[in-house]
């Protein structure tokens, strides 16, 4: 594909595949966890810039889920390989999720929408 690929890492990660098969790999500062390590979005876009990067592919959890790091990236003109930071930040919102998947005339469970109003019913009441 002729695409250069760059791949960050922890310490505890440095033999990992990943870091070994990209064409260059970014040590991440050292954090009480390696999960921490994924976290620091600073570090990761200051990386991405220094590395001059067109994309991240977040890959899943970590920050795949933060709409912070997706408006990171737009912020700083990466191509963020995933869904918009507006939209990471919606359906990270459950209530805002549901409304959402309901405008599209997507199926929901309704069940979602009874426990809610029971439970704020019985917290209202009691």
Same mark, same amino acid.
């Given at each position: 594909?002729?695409?250069?690929?760059?791949?960050?890492?922890?310490?505890?990660?440095?033999?990992?595949?990943?870091?070994?098969?990209?064409?260059?790999?970014? @040590? @991440?500062?050292?954090?009480?966890?390696?999960?921490?390590?994924?976290?620091?979005?600073?570090?990761?876009?200051?990386?991405?810039?220094?590395?001059?990067?067109?994309?991240?592919?977040?890959?899943?959890?970590?920050?795949?889920?933060?709409?912070?790091?997706?408006?990171?990236?737009?912020?700083?003109?990466?191509?963020?390989?995933?869904?918009?930071?507006?939209?990471?930040?919606?359906?990270?919102?459950?209530?805002?999720?549901?409304?959402?998947?309901?405008?599209?005339?997507?199926?929901?469970?309704?069940?979602?929408?009874?426990?809610?109003?029971?439970?704020?019913?019985?917290?209202?009441?009691?």
């Amino acid at each position: 594909m002729g695409i250069r690929s760059v791949a960050i890492y922890s310490e505890q990660d440095k033999k990992m595949l990943h870091r070994t098969k990209a064409d260059e790999a970014y @040590l @991440l500062q050292k954090a009480r966890d390696p999960v921490a390590a994924y976290l620091n979005i600073h570090e990761i876009i200051e990386i991405a810039k220094r590395a001059n990067v067109d994309a991240i592919h977040p890959g899943y959890g970590f920050l795949s889920e933060r709409s912070e790091f997706a408006k990171a990236c737009e912020d700083n003109n990466i191509i963020f390989i995933g869904p918009s930071s507006e939209t990471v930040r919606k359906m990270g919102d459950k209530v805002v999720a549901r409304q959402t998947a309901l405008a599209a005339k997507v199926p929901v469970s309704c069940l979602f929408l009874f426990c809610l109003s029971t439970f704020l019913d019985y917290a209202c009441w009691n």
